[in-house]
Structure formats: structure tokens, C-alpha cells
């Protein structure tokens, strides 16, 4: 392909609207996979200043969540090669719809470092099952043309906005609903509209 002579004005005027359609979607798209390592950074916070767990127990169980995260993604990678990106992370994000909220209400039961261990395992096995086909099914989503400005301004914009404003959002929440709950009810909203995301990516864009 040859190289443009004016890369800014192609990305931004010529190519504006494809681009901005769907960072769009790739916002969306990136949210679940902020929000869950986010969260799983705001649980030992969240375990000691509302469940009163011991300050070493509630941050040995986030070890497990990043040893889960890099020990799976190659896998995962794999298993995604062979049944397609988008796949895996409806799965994915479909279990979250449906263990969101529960976890918490274990946790909230019986806080303990077992508990949070094993919560921050499945949110490991979580996290890396729609980390490692982000990549790719983001740079699907854009042309060529645009792809790298289009997926720095998707992954960046998600980050920040979702996962960035997460701990702040949540803290405020519990505080002014009282409900212990917030953090399962807002995982469960995020993983709702990336799974929604990751349908119209699909059909709109022909992605696999």
C-alpha cells in the first residue's frame, strides 16, 4: 500500500466517519476488559474498608488474579484462533452477566481469603478470556487506513472512561446506596453493553 502524504487529513476528513462509528464500538467493546481488571484492583479496597478483611489476606488474593491473567491469555489466545475472537468473548461476557453479582454476594457472606481468592480466580479466568481476543477483534474492526489511530483512540477511550473512573464511580455508589452490591451491579452493566457491542461488531462489521 502506498504511503500518505497527508495521514491526518485522511484519518480524520476522509475516513472521519468510518473511524468515529466505530471507536464507537470499540469503546463499548474495551469496556468489559478495563472494568474487570479494574475491579479485581478495587477488591482488597473494597474488602478491607467494607468487609474488614486483614490488609495481607485482601492483597494476596490479587496475585492470583494477575498469575491467572498471564498464565491464560496464551491459551485463550489459541482457543480463540481456532473458534473465532468475537466467540469467545460473548462467552465470556455472557458469564459475567450471570456471576456478577453472585460473587459478590458470596464474598459478602463470607469474607474471607479463601472467598476472595477464589473470586479473584474466576475473575482471573474471566479477564484473561476476553483480554487475549481483544486485540484482534479490534484491529478487525478497522480499515487499514485508519487502523491504528482508530484502535489507540477505541482501547485508549474505553480505559480511561470505564475502567479509569471505575473505583471513584463505585466508592460513590456504595456510599450513597449503602448496598455492598454496586461493584456486581456495575460489572454486570459494563459486560450487558460490551456483549451488545460485540454483536453489532459482528453483523456490522463482518467480523468473525
Known sequence: MTP????????FIANGGRLWTRVGVGVKVVALASVSVYIALFMPTYA?????????????STLVFGVIMSAGSPFIGKLADRVCPARVMNWVAAGTLVLGVPLFILLNQSPNLVTMIGIELVLGVLGAAYFAPLPAIMSAMFPVQIRTTGLSLG???????????????????????????????????????SLASIVVSRRVFQQR
Do not use: C, K, Q, R
Open 48 to 60: 478491607i474498608a467494607n468487609l474488614g478483611m486483614p490488609t495481607a489476606a485482601a492483597f494476596v
Open 155 to 193: 482501547y485508549n477511550i474505553g480505559v480511561t472512561v470505564f475502567g479509569g473512573f471505575a473505583p471513584f464511580i463505585l466508592t460513590f455508589l456504595i456510599s450513597t446506596t449503602g448496598s455492598l452490591l454496586v461493584p456486581g451491579y456495575y460489572v454486570v452493566a459494563i459486560a450487558a453493553l
Open 4 to 11: 500518505s502524504t497527508s495521514p491526518l487529513t485522511e484519518t
